[in-house]
């Protein structure tokens, strides 16, 4: 499997333009998480889903940002209208239960990023 | 609220010295806890994965512990070399938290060759 694949690896935008990341998770994973990481606040998840329906957004920032996933394979994060202060490293994992029991492993495994950087 | 720590923020050790990396957090009440290595400009990678239930867990000349009454984890790695300099961020999957994990800020490790 190629691991988790993220586009675009780098991005850079003037402050009040849209961005939209993406995201296509391990096949057969079931959870896909939207992690942030910045100096400041280390790394923050944002939003999780299961099967693709959001199941807790409480991380994600305010109104300006919002997660899709309209199929097992492939999720958008999207910033509209995007500010300075949302430069940052923004992470995609994907996770898969383990003989359907939320206790047992689930290692999650991380995208390499997207580095957005908001002018 | 759960909150994760990791002390020290950097290390720099000689090659060949054995590595120590601590990691606390505040309540017991947990599902596990993970370790993860980050390179510059990469993702994360899992390390090592304890239960709950469990002390340790070993992965060649890595060595985790896991102490929950207490709200400690140690990550041991042995005759460290030059290509274990990276990131290091434990994380904890509280009980009350879903399917989320809290993570530490992480321990930025040097092994000078």
């Known amino acids: 499997d190629a691991g988790v694949i993220q586009s675009p690896r780098h991005e850079v935008t003037e402050m009040g333009q849209e961005v939209t990341l993406r995201c296509k998770p391990i096949?057969?994973?079931?959870?896909l998480f939207w992690y942030r990481q910045t100096m400041m606040r280390g790394l923050e998840l944002l939003i999780y889903?299961?099967?693709?329906?959001?199941?807790?957004d409480s991380g994600m920032p305010e109104d300006r940002f919002s997660a899709k996933m309209p199929n097992a394979s492939f999720s958008t994060l999207k910033i509209q209208p995007s500010e300075p202060r949302d430069s940052a490293v923004y992470f995609c994992?994907?996770?898969?239960?383990?003989?359907?029991?939320?206790?047992?492993?689930?290692?999650?495994?991380f995208g390499p990023g997207t580095r957005l950087t908001v002018l | 609220k759960q909150e994760v720590t990791q002390i020290p923020a950097a290390l720099s050790v000689p090659e060949g010295e054995n590595l120590v990396l601590n990691c606390s957090f505040t309540?017991?009440?947990?599902?596990?806890l993970q370790w993860f290595r980050q390179d510059p400009g990469k993702g994360l990678t899992s390390l090592l994965l304890?239960?709950?239930?469990?002390r340790e867990q070993t992965s060649g000349r890595l060595n985790a512990s896991l102490d929950k009454s207490s709200g400690r984890s140690t990550l041991y790695i042995a005759a460290s070399q030059p290509g274990d300099s990276a990131t290091y961020l434990c994380?904890?999957?509280?009980?009350?938290?879903?399917?989320?994990?809290?993570f530490g800020g992480g321990t930025r490790v040097l092994v000078k060759p």
């Open positions: 994992a994907s996770s898969r239960l383990a003989g359907g029991r939320l206790s047992l492993s689930d290692t999650q495994y």
């Open positions: 096949s057969g994973h079931d959870y």
């Open positions: 889903f299961n099967n693709n329906v959001p199941i807790d």
């Open positions: 309540d017991s009440a947990i599902y596990n």
């Open positions: 304890i239960q709950s239930s469990q």
């Open positions: 994380a904890v999957r509280p009980k009350a938290a879903g399917n989320k994990l809290t």
